[in-house]
């Protein structure tokens, strides 16, 4: 039989003891964050202007508040044959937006510095505002439209050794469709067309994710690109093809 000592001890111990229980229950999850990650990494294959296969790593970062979205994705392209590089790309994409009643307007700065590409530098600045026209737990559609202003210089050829730099007023549209096939897999494609004075360009960057392990996931990603007018001794369609690995945390 329990002396009444034991007893006050187990009673005292219980009620000590309640309280952390009620603060961290066994099922405790991490309340949902507005910020959000994914670092990818893998082969590439090139075709059109590069021939190569190589490394190829993405960052995207975003933070999604009630008011505003920031969005940041960095991404690089490396290859080499021997020692000597053969394809060399790092692209910087900046996007803020402000979130109204109806729709959002947006800022957007986009980077390019490619050393074997037709366009060694390519600048844009655009504005503008954007809303969704689909939005559901399976599929979104954004779509954004607005003016912008691009720099651009094209790579040396035989006949222009010394090339100047080009500078435009754009017209720059863009449609940004996801949607979740199944629990774990899911399909995008953005179009993004830019309409110039002096040049054109229409984008298309499709990818397709398998979630395998908890924020695991393997992805297939395509980039193509067109460009109206070219420099001579270039193709006016670039086509990048990556089988990567993504990590995703928040």
Do not use: H
Not at 100 to 111: A, K, N, P
Not at 183 to 197: H, I, L, P, R
Not at 216 to 232: L, R
Request: charged share 20%; aromatic share 14%.
């Amino acid at each position: 039989m329990m002396s009444i000592k034991k007893i006050v001890t187990t009673c005292c111990f219980f009620l000590l003891s309640a309280p952390a229980w009620a603060l961290v229950p066994p099922d405790y999850q991490e309340p949902p964050s507005n910020f959000n990650a994914e670092i990818e990494a893998g082969l590439q294959l090139n075709s059109g202007n590069n021939e190569t296969k190589n490394f190829n790593g993405r960052t995207y970062l975003t933070y999604d508040s009630p008011s505003t979205k920031q969005e940041a994705t960095i991404k690089a392209y490396y290859a080499a044959d021997g020692t000597e590089s053969t394809a060399e790309r790092y692209q910087l994409f900046l996007q803020s937006n402000y979130k109204l009643e109806r729709g959002y307007v947006f800022g957007r700065g986009e980077f390019t510095w490619d050393q074997f590409g037709s366009y060694t530098q390519i600048s844009t600045i655009s504005a503008g505002y954007g809303f969704d026209l689909i939005k559901n737990y399976k599929t979104k559609l954004s779509l954004e439209v607005g003016p912008g202003y691009r720099y651009d210089l094209a790579k040396e050829s035989t006949l222009v050794p010394d090339p100047e730099a080009n500078r435009d007023i754009i017209l720059r549209s863009a449609a940004k469709y996801t949607v979740k096939l199944q629990e774990y897999t899911s399909f995008n494609a953005d179009v993004t067309a830019e309409t110039g004075q002096d040049n054109n360009t229409l984008t298309l960057d499709m990818s397709y994710k398998n979630t395998f392990i908890q924020d695991w996931a393997f992805k297939i990603g395509m980039n193509i690109k067109y460009t109206e007018v070219v420099p001579d001794e270039s193709r006016n369609t670039d086509t990048i093809t990556t089988f990567n690995l993504l990590y995703t945390f928040q």
